[in-house]
Nanobody
Framework: QVQLVESGGGLVQAGGSLRLSCTASGRTFSSYAMGWFRQAPGKEREFVAAISRRGGSTSYTDSVKGRFTISRDNAQNAVYLQMNSLKPEDTAVYYC?????????????????WGQGTQVTVSS
């Protein structure tokens, strides 16, 4: 069992930056692959970025490549999403997710632990 808590969301102007954090409970964080997803109003939850349990592999959805960076600190039980050059279409609730496993996982059904979400709003 792992509990996830996101933070770092907020209101930012287009072109600005935010850094999301997700902290996890438990002592086995390094055994979990992690992901970030987002859900805009009226839309399905979608994949944003993922990282393997030791941080050696990452994956991004095409729309954020070159702008977002996922990273993790297993000593701090934390995963981060650095978001630069934000656009209004990045506006959504961002969720952190976890699952045990060796690989990078990009589908919502791959994950069995979810945080409560943090709102990111990008104004034009």
């Amino acid at each position: 069992q792992v509990q996830l808590v996101e933070s770092g969301g907020g209101l930012v102007q287009a072109g600005g930056s935010l850094r999301l954090s997700c902290t996890a409970s438990g002592r086995t964080f390094s055994s979990y692959a992690m992901g970030w997803f987002r859900q805009a109003p009226g839309k399905e939850r979608e994949f944003v970025a993922a990282i393997s349990r030791r941080g050696g592999s990452t994956s991004y959805t095409d729309s954020v490549k070159g702008r977002f960076t996922i990273s993790r600190d297993n000593a701090q039980n934390a995963v981060y999403l650095q978001m630069n050059s934000l656009k209004p279409e990045d506006t959504a609730v961002y969720y952190c997710a976890a699952r045990s496993g060796t690989y990078v996982y990009t589908e919502t059904y791959d994950y069995n632990y979810w945080g409560q979400g943090t709102q990111v709003t990008v104004s034009s």
